[in-house]
């Protein structure tokens, strides 16, 4: 079965340290990989997708991911953590199987991401 | 910028009404979706919907429809509400998946 697994309920960074947010998979196929990010009481904004092509993904707000097929990881980084960075972070990724020809994202549980002045 | 609207942003119902959640997108996105999201669940999907009157059952249907009668709106209705249908529940839309999918801000919805 398609899944996508965000192994950290919460993460703590000091505001200016390198923050990771993990995230893993298992699907058919190539994947498409996705990140959103949800302040409180707001729907999820996009913040930066894999389809193909360079590993490396740079997205909103400083965000940057890596496709790492081998360890089938995706995780979200940025170089200095800004408080405003706390917030709700998903992992997505296209399952081929599931919602007709396009396939639908499969959500991550969500990392809650805590930055400290 | 695509814009997906959602009707109310907090709602409060009474056990047993009957009730409808709305969804606007305007940028004529073919997909649209509704989830619900519950604090350690996730997003969980209800329903989704690849064209006018198609509906696809998601993950959790119980207890809930939707309707589609035109391209830009998607409504989701809660026959009976329950207690248990206390959540965030938010609309997406989407052009195609390779395009990731945009948000609405999300109706909190309590039921009493």
């Known amino acids: 079965a398609q899944s996508v697994a965000q192994p950290e309920d919460q993460v703590n960074v000091a505001e200016g340290n390198p923050l990771t947010v993990k995230c893993t998979y298992s699907?058919?196929?190539?994947?498409?990989l996705f990140w959103y990010v949800q302040y409180p009481n707001r729907g999820l904004q996009f913040l930066l997708k894999y389809i193909t092509g360079d590993n490396l993904v740079k997205g909103s707000y400083g965000f940057e991911a890596e496709f790492n097929k081998s360890q089938t990881s995706f995780h979200l980084k940025k170089p200095s953590a800004l408080v405003s960075d706390s917030a709700l972070y998903f992992c997505a990724v296209r399952d081929p199987n599931y919602g007709g020809s396009q396939g639908n994202l499969i959500f991550g549980k969500g990392t809650k991401l805590s930055v400290k002045p | 910028d695509v814009k997906v609207t959602q009707s109310s942003r907090y709602l409060v119902k009474r056990t047993g009404e009957k009730v409808f959640l709305e969804c606007v997108q305007d940028?004529?996105?073919?997909?649209m979706f509704w989830y619900r999201q519950d604090p350690g669940l996730g997003l969980r999907l209800i329903y989704f919907s690849y064209d006018v009157k198609m509906k696809e059952k998601g993950d959790i249907p119980e207890g809930y429809s939707v309707s589609r009668e035109k391209k830009e709106r998607f409504s989701l209705i809660l026959e009976s509400a329950s207690t248990n249908q206390t959540s965030m529940y938010l609309c997406?839309?989407?052009?195609?998946?390779?395009?990731?999918?945009?948000f609405g801000s999300g109706t909190r919805l309590t039921v009493v």
């Open positions: 940028m004529d996105h073919e997909n």
């Open positions: 699907v058919s196929g190539n994947p498409y």
């Open positions: 997406a839309s989407s052009p195609g998946t390779r395009r990731g999918y945009t």
